[in-house]
């Protein structure tokens, strides 16, 4: 059975035991303690037969425990614990002098004692193992005291040979067989993030190394660790008893606290690097920079995001590279400038900074390590914000083409060619019946629509005030979003049930008479619930979402109105659409900063974030080939693409 103690707290640690009878013995000989109140921790498994090992272990455990127990503050922990488990000792020992069939019963022990975050001293005597697990690398901490690894440490049996020993289960010390022992007492400076573990044999004698490594590093909770730990060693065999304690150090405040101080100034000071390396790539001859000199363009785009990355740093915020890429884009934008640019321009700013960190990394793995992570969510935040303003052009060229669509609609003097018509609305197309021939019109040319989608502002989701649909909108309209909403629910396979969410927060949102940005919000928030930030959490919202925007698409178009009708409903839908994709966005946003809170899990967490990039890259090469095959206005209609929105 496993008795997986509960998570106890101290000093922010996380510990958790649990210990199994095997599936071969039929008693559980292993004893354990789990103090955090003392931070205290150990384990005892005992030997001798008739039950003696069961008594030789949990003596030794009331006796050692009791020992550590009135003397907490004691200044040499490395005395205490020799102190006690010589007393644990004494005791097994007199015990098996007592009786007759305990005669020479005894147990092994490894015990850790942890003062505080720093420091762990690790005593121990017999083959129970302590083992620590540092930036997912395990290593094993005690040497066992057995016949053979005394053998192994004389030079006299080669390391290779101890598995096939005879001996090798024959240990050279144990609690009892004398009344004194020898004991290994192991000082650790610990680091954040370190995980101990001990165990008895029972465990690394049926799970290979690799493995313990895995489950250990795995990130999960150690009551969860403990337990798969003890599973592991039940599906290798489970030959014997087994008993696994495993405390974790806290990583949270000071891995964050090495980026706000340490990292922040790391990358200070790289920036004449950083700027070079962005020189050497070719920043300045970007068409972003054209008409300024070298230096001042290096002046103005790389210092300035080498400078935004630091105070983002030094904050753990992404305000200040937002708003560079923001402006950067948005100015450029503004100029008429075009998409290619500004990608080549953040691809160089981007690969830039990634090598400056390698270098870092170079010099400090650790330090290289964490600023990965950090200076991972500067670039994504960057495309973000990219993302938004693109975002935001399209739905600009979507309110240009709708108004075309609604002009062209409501102007019956204006024929247009079939494959035009086919192209606006195919479900209206209908062929000759005789000749199964499209019925043919004279062409004429559209007249163009004024203004330009990039005197619209940016970041639909920092704007409340515009409507998506407008107050006293009529209820025709809002029958025909409902009506739409249920064509493309009947689209969607029923399974599909995140996408059926996603189209009926399309349809509150579009319906929402005050129209404002809050609705969006609150539907973002439904949709992405507890989700986590990861491939599983994420991106099936998102699939959803496009899956969702593609189905309404077909709806509008199967709608039984007229066309002035449906370029209504499809605008209030897309624009509902638009902003739920934006909130949603935001939402992820604010979802990176605990992230970035959460280095102890570093490993789990640079991974997310990578999908994240890896996220942020898709939907901007998204938007972008929608960006390329919508609408421009300088073509004439038939050529323009379709209003994919
Ligand atoms: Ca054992």
Not at 202 to 217: E, F, T
Not at 282 to 288: E, H, Q, S, V
Not at 622 to 643: C, H, I, K, Y
């Amino acid at each position: 059975m496993s008795r997986p103690d509960p998570i106890a707290a101290a000093h922010g640690m996380r510990v958790a035991g649990s210990t199994h009878v095997g599936s071969v013995r039929t008693h559980n000989e292993d004893s354990m303690v789990v103090d955090p109140k003392r931070g205290f921790y150990a384990v005892f498994d005992g030997m001798g037969g008739a039950n003696a090992g069961d008594v030789a272990s949990q003596l030794a455990r009331d006796v050692v425990s009791d020992f550590i127990a009135t003397r907490v503050g004691h200044p040499d922990p490395r005395a205490l614990l020799d102190a006690a488990l010589n007393a644990g000792c004494a005791a097994v020992h007199h015990a098996g002098l007592q009786v007759r069939e305990r005669h020479g019963m005894g147990t092994t022990a490894v015990a850790c004692l942890i003062s505080d975050p720093r420091h762990a001293w690790v005593a121990h005597v017999g083959d129970s193992r302590a083992y620590l697990l540092r930036r997912g690398r395990l290593s094993q901490l005690t040497r066992d005291h057995t016949i053979v690894e005394e053998l192994v440490i004389r030079g006299l049996l080669p390391p290779e040979e101890v598995e096939r020993h005879p001996h090798k289960n024959v240990l050279s010390r144990n609690l009892g067989a004398q009344p004194f022992c020898r004991v290994d007492v192991l000082p650790i400076e610990l680091e954040p993030g370190d995980r101990l573990l001990l165990c008895s044999d029972g465990l690394y004698g049926y799970a290979m190394p690799d493995a313990m490594q895995y489950i250990l590093g795995s990130g999960d909770a150690p009551e969860h660790v403990a337990k798969d730990l003890v599973e592991l060693a039940l599906r290798g065999g489970g030959g014997d008893n087994v008993s696994t304690i495993v405390i974790e150090l806290p990583a949270q405040a000071s891995s964050t606290q090495v980026v706000r101080t340490t990292g922040a100034q790391a990358w200070w000071a790289k920036r004449q690097r950083f700027v070079a390396v962005c020189r050497e790539r070719g920043l300045t001859r970007n068409p972003i920079c054209r008409g300024l000199e070298p230096t001042e363009a290096l002046e103005l785009i790389a210092s300035s995001v080498c400078q935004a990355i630091y105070h983002d740093l030094e904050k753990s915020t992404g305000v200040n590279v937002w708003t560079f890429a923001q402006n950067v884009a948005g100015g450029w934008f503004a100029q008429g400038g075009e998409w290619d640019a500004i990608r080549a321009l953040f691809d160089v700013l981007g690969g830039s900074a990634t090598a400056v960190v390698e270098e870092i990394r170079g010099g400090d793995p650790q330090l290289g390590f964490l600023l990965d992570v950090a200076v991972s969510r500067a670039l994504v935040v960057a495309e973000l914000a990219l993302g938004g303003l693109l975002a935001e052009q399209l739905r600009a060229i979507d309110a240009e083409v709708i108004a075309l669509h609604g002009k062209i609609a409501s102007d019956p003097v204006i024929p247009l060619e079939t494959s035009e018509l086919e192209a606006l609305e195919p479900a209206r197309a209908t062929p000759d019946p005789d000749t199964e021939q499209p019925s043919v019109r004279t062409p004429t040319p559209v007249p163009r629509t004024s203004g330009k989608f990039i005197e619209a502002q940016t970041l639909p989701f920092m704007r409340p005030e515009r409507a998506v649909t407008n107050p006293g909108v009529s209820n025709e309209l809002l029958d025909a979003i409902g009506h739409a909403i249920v064509l493309a629910t009947a689209r969607v396979s029923p399974r599909a049930r995140l996408v059926h969410a996603v189209l009926s927060a399309v349809e509150t949102v579009a319906a929402d008479r005050a129209g404002n940005f809050a609705s969006a919000v609150l539907a973002a928030r439904e949709l992405y619930g507890v989700r986590v930030v990861d491939d599983a959490g994420i991106m099936p919202l998102f699939d959803a979402l496009d899956q969702a925007r593609v189905a309404v698409a077909a709806a509008v178009q199967q709608l039984d109105a007229t066309d002035a009708t449906r370029a209504k409903v499809l605008a209030a839908v897309s624009a509902a659409h638009q902003r739920i994709v934006g909130a949603t966005t935001g939402l992820v946003l604010e979802a990176i900063a605990p992230i970035s809170e959460r280095l102890r899990e570093a490993q789990a967490q640079t991974a997310a974030l990578r999908d994240q990039v890896a996220q942020a890259e898709r939907r901007r090469a998204d938007l972008e080939r929608r960006f390329a095959t919508n609408v421009d206005p300088s073509l004439p209609w038939g050529q323009r693409g379709n209003t994919n929105w």
